[in-house]
């Protein structure tokens, strides 16, 4: 059976492209473009549904918008961008939470797929299994062949429309600037192994440390979250001087840890974390990161799913971090 993804490929146009001449979008095509996408339809014997028609003349204004945990303020401050971007364009919004199972990913695409919803939105690191992601990459290309618009946030791995951050480059600018206040022994609280932006970071922190010669630093994986970074910081020997947490709510469970054991941060050792989320504007000590510009982002990356010019790929937007310098870190003697 001939889909809408082999008709964009023989065409050379993007699969978006190819639905707006096809399913009878309002979104005007050019005239070149749209003759090549006929003809290859043509070539190929391609015949368009109806319910794919209907999802492509915008019969619904819902867009879904799926995250990781909607507790933590990352995924928050991302979802917040993304429904005040929707409410400008008079879009209704559908949040799912998955709880970090890449499974209910897949089955929310689907289920949003089957309730025509215009546009999804994916928050979230992909995980380090290239069949999960590619079955969730399969599920974005069948709702996307009925007409349907897709991008996330995170890695460009799902064929969709990224607003990617920055996250090796970052956590590599952050271990420069600790190591420029004199820090030489440091511990990485690195979060799940098989999470990729986790992975990403702790391997940026610490080729940057290895590049300005100092000694590897101490690896603790655990949950990537408050309770993960309070339990991680719990097995830290007393010879770090600097802790590199690579999210801020396990940051702030180590700085917790530390409270409850009579560890002074930053006098008996510094602690940094990486996002800058909104709650750390109420933190003693406030908190060393790296911060993204996390409702910006939301906010494009919705953009994104809801159109943009014709391209024969998708767009991937880098998205880089600023270092802050904050109390929670002090300058080494």
Do not use: W
């Amino acid at each position: 059976m001939v889909t809408l993804e082999d008709v964009a490929k023989q065409a050379g146009v993007s699969l978006a492209t190819a639905s707006r001449v096809l399913n009878g979008s309002t979104r005007q095509v050019g005239a070149t473009l749209r003759a090549r996408v006929e003809r290859a339809a043509d070539e190929l014997g391609y015949r368009a549904n109806i319910a794919a028609q209907t999802l492509a003349r915008g019969a619904s204004n819902v867009i879904g918008i799926v995250v990781h945990d909607l507790t933590d303020p990352y995924f928050a401050a991302l979802a917040d961008g993304a429904m005040r971007a929707a409410a400008t364009e008079g879009m209704l919004v559908m949040v799912g939470t998955t709880h970090r199972d890449p499974e209910q990913e897949i089955a929310y695409v689907a289920t949003m797929n089957a309730q025509r919803v215009r546009a999804v939105l994916l928050a979230g690191s992909r995980v380090a299994d290239p069949v999960v992601t590619g079955r969730l990459r399969e599920e974005l290309a069948r709702y996307q062949e009925g007409g349907g618009r897709a991008a996330c946030v995170g890695q460009d791995l799902l064929g969709v429309d990224t607003v990617a951050p920055a996250n090796r480059a970052g956590a590599a600018a952050l271990a420069r600037a600790l190591a420029g206040l004199g820090h030489t022994r440091f511990a990485v609280l690195a979060g799940p192994p098989h999470l990729v932006t986790a992975a990403d970071r702790c391997e940026g922190f610490t080729q940057a440390l290895r590049e300005l010669g100092l000694p590897e630093p101490v690896v603790v994986h655990g949950p990537f979250d408050r309770d993960g970074g309070y339990r991680a910081a719990t097995e830290i020997g007393k010879a770090t001087t600097c802790v590199f947490a690579v999210n801020d709510v396990m940051a702030v469970g180590a700085l917790a840890a530390c409270r409850e054991r009579g560890i002074r941060v930053p006098e008996d050792v510094s602690v940094a974390g990486f996002d800058d989320i909104v709650t750390l504007r109420d933190h003693v000590p406030a908190l060393t990161t790296v911060r993204l510009p996390l409702t910006d982002m939301g906010a494009r990356a919705l953009e994104l799913a809801l159109g943009r010019e014709d391209a024969a790929a998708p767009v991937v937007e880098h998205v880089a971090g600023e270092v802050v310098l904050r109390e929670s870190v002090r300058r080494m003697a």
